[in-house]
């Protein structure tokens, strides 16, 4: 919000009210759904799109300044340095980009799963990804200053706040730590253990061989979480499609009760939700705290389910806050 002004994004683009009287004050269409929330600075607003694209706006003038294409179709949060934009992106990078011309500054690879939604403290950006890394990153060069395993994995198990760096002091530059993924597999070796890292790392090439050689297309992690949900929340819909060719069980629940539908509804992604519905994914299913995929997804998901399945089950999920039976 900035000058009396929300920032709303919807399915036609980005729209502009009043503050005081909730009327619109000026849209900018885009192609597609806007996917992130919009991020106020430097007299422009800055957004994230399904068509892939970083979108910069100037507020005074109402058109556009720039636009950077990414691969990505779903956005973590956008947050802004004096000069910098920084993001996450699903191709397993963190990006810094210029916030005058939309130029890629740097960009830092995970190698732990993808990222999750970035935070700026003092001159660092610290971020967490999917199997359990957080990492310190340097906002001006992009090196990495420091790491911290913690542990734990899935797409709601790390978080990054807004915190002073504990992480480990060295002069050296340590070599990325592992030892996130070998907690994760657990006692899973073998073609079981390397299907499970193809996919999370979207290498369908190498996932097609190792099923090939007898790999289980079922094959899950110490948490249970299957090759299909690893698929389905990267957006890695080739390996996904392999994998439902096997007749995996496309309702499998983790620990946690969570099924691929329900990480392929939290990403967004349209084309996994599509094909996990059309192979008998249950929307009705709930994991532990009763929410079903439905309460998993964001919006515009959440209608493409509605529309697909005819239903629309959002009773389970406490709206007042909080876990059922609290």
């Given amino acids: ?28 269409a885009t192609p597609e759904p806007v996917a992130s929330t919009p991020v106020v600075a430097h007299g422009m607003v800055f957004f994230g799109c399904r068509d892939g694209r970083l979108y910069a706006v100037d507020l005074e003038e109402k058109r556009l300044c720039w636009t950077l294409r990414t691969d990505d179709r779903s956005w973590t949060d956008l947050v802004l340095s004096e000069s910098l934009i920084c993001f996450g992106s699903r191709d397993g990078h963190v990006y810094a980009v210029d916030l005058r011309n939309g130029l890629v500054r740097w960009k830092f690879r995970t190698r732990s799963g993808r990222p999750l939604s970035p935070v700026i403290y003092d001159d660092l950006v610290l971020v967490g990804s999917l199997l359990g890394m957080v990492y310190a990153i340097d906002l001006e060069t992009g090196r990495k200053k420091w790491h911290v395993d913690t542990g734990m994995c899935g797409p709601r198990s790390v978080s990054v706040v807004e915190a002073p760096a504990f992480g480990p002091s060295t002069d050296a530059e340590p070599e990325v730590s592992v030892s996130a993924t070998e907690r994760a ?14 996919v999370q790392e979207g290498r369908a090439a190498d996932a097609e061989k190792l099923l090939a050689k007898g790999a289980d297309p079922n094959a899950a992690d110490s948490n249970g979480s299957t090759a299909l949900m690893w698929a389905a929340v990267t957006g890695r819909a080739e390996l996904l499609g392999s994998l439902l060719e096997k007749g995996v069980d496309v309702n499998a629940q983790d620990a946690d009760g969570e099924t691929a539908l329900m990480w392929a509804a939290w990403v967004g992604e349209r084309e996994s939700v599509e094909s996990l519905l059309a192979a008998g994914a249950r929307i009705d299913a709930v994991d532990n705290y009763g929410v079903n995929a439905l309460k998993w997804a964001p919006p515009e998901t959440r209608r493409l389910l509605t529309d697909l399945t005819g239903q629309d089950l959002i009773e389970p999920w406490c709206d007042e806050g909080g876990f059922p039976d609290e």
């Fill in 1 to 28: 919000m900035g000058s009396g002004l929300i920032f709303l994004g919807s399915d036609e683009g980005l729209s502009v009210l009043d503050a005081q009287t909730g009327k619109p004050v000026w849209q900018f």
């Fill in 185 to 198: 597999f657990g006692g899973v070796a073998g073609l079981d253990r390397a299907l499970l890292v193809a």
